[in-house]
């Protein structure tokens, strides 16, 4: 009798844990074009078909930064509740966008976070992504930056072409547990090799830093995703993985577990759609592009979830 006890607590558990998964919606935020138009949402509920919100348009207008674009928009949901973005609004800026919002339509006053203006050689911010570190209590903001010289060993993988050349990335970071003070802005992965678009999950104790590889010569041109492990958010990560992506190029990676399966999303740039891989075990991975559908003209961001009522209350907002 105790044993059947267990089980049903065991089995009650297990599908109350369903239960909640399923009243929960993916939520994909992105950016088309240029980011000129700014923050565009697209729904699923399976994490493979996905349909545009507000019939496509978009749902907040960049107001910071000179060329007041909004690409790259990452959207992670903070402990106390609030949805928190960062994002890049310029192609040459020093600094980076932050908004926060309760419900996804109503957004606070945009702010622009000088994260690299104390370098006077910084050409850039491009891709900032964030992450909730729990043991710490902290934001981390991650992103991408190149400093003319800082890594001369790796001038030579640097690009040729559009929209800058020369360009030598590394990843460097902040911490923040309010967006009004920050942490001193340090380098958070450099592992000898042009890396940008960085993205962090957690799976049990490890935690995985997403990347793309943006070498371009003289090598084999790499521009493809791979992963690299640390026991803390903010790091060290070890080398990097083999790629997980195939024969074309690929960036802006962004990773939820469906099923208990690792799914990475990233924009197959050069073709013009998006595409995704799945892996039970971060070893072996399967090409699902055939598989997921986003809508037309959609640029990389990040994958959320939110509970059915907001989506429900977001949805009927946003019809017209």
């Given amino acids: 009798m105790k044993k059947l006890t267990i089980l049903f607590v065991i089995l009650s558990f297990i599908m109350e844990a369903n239960a909640q998964d399923n009243n929960q919606m993916f939520m994909f ?31 907040l207008t960049p107001r910071v930064g000179n060329d007041k674009l909004m690409r790259d928009p990452c959207i ?21 966008g932050y908004a926060w919002s309760e419900d996804l339509i109503h957004w606070s006053e945009q ?8 370098e006077p050689k910084a050409k850039n911010c491009w891709a900032p992504e964030l992450f909730y570190d729990q043991q710490t209590e902290q934001f ?16 030579n993988q640097s690009n040729e072409g559009p929209p ?46 997403f990347l793309k590889d943006e070498t371009n010569k003289p090598f084999t041109p ?12 903010s790091g060290p990560y070890g080398e990097a ?24 999303y990233f924009d197959k740039y050069r073709k013009g759609e998006m595409g995704a891989v799945r892996s039970e ?22 994958i959320f979830k939110i509970s059915q009522k907001l989506f429900d209350e977001l949805k009927n907002s946003t019809e017209k």
Avoid: C
Avoid at 43 to 58: M, P, R, T
Avoid at 111 to 118: A, D, F, G, N
Avoid at 140 to 155: K, M
Avoid at 174 to 193: I, L, R
């Fill in 281 to 302: 075990n971060l070893k072996e991975w399967t090409d699902l592009s055939e598989k997921v559908h986003f809508p037309d003209g959609t640029r990389h961001g990040t």
């Fill in 76 to 96: 992670i949901k903070g402990p106390n509740g609030k949805f928190h973005m960062v994002w890049t609004v310029s192609w040459e800026e020093k600094g980076i």
């Fill in 29 to 59: 935020s992105y950016f088309t074009g240029n980011g000129e138009d700014g923050l565009h949402l697209a729904y699923s509920h399976d994490g493979y078909q996905w349909k545009a919100l507000n019939e496509g348009e978009s749902l």
């Fill in 164 to 209: 800058q050349p020369g360009n030598n990335h590394r990843l460097y970071y902040t911490t923040t547990k309010d967006f009004e003070e920050f942490s001193e802005t340090e380098v958070f992965y450099n592992h000898g090799f042009n890396v940008i678009d960085g993205t962090i999950e957690r799976t049990g104790s490890k935690y995985i830093l």
């Fill in 111 to 118: 702010k622009y976070i000088p994260v690299m203006e104390h």
């Fill in 222 to 233: 790499q521009k493809n995703i791979r992963y690299a492990l640390s026991d803390r958010a």
């Fill in 241 to 264: 993985s083999e790629p997980i992506t195939g024969d074309y190029w690929a960036e802006g990676p962004t990773a939820i577990q469906i099923n208990d399966k690792w799914v990475v």
């Fill in 140 to 155: 981390l903001i991650v992103w991408a930056t190149t400093i003319p010289g800082r890594f001369p060993e790796t001038d």
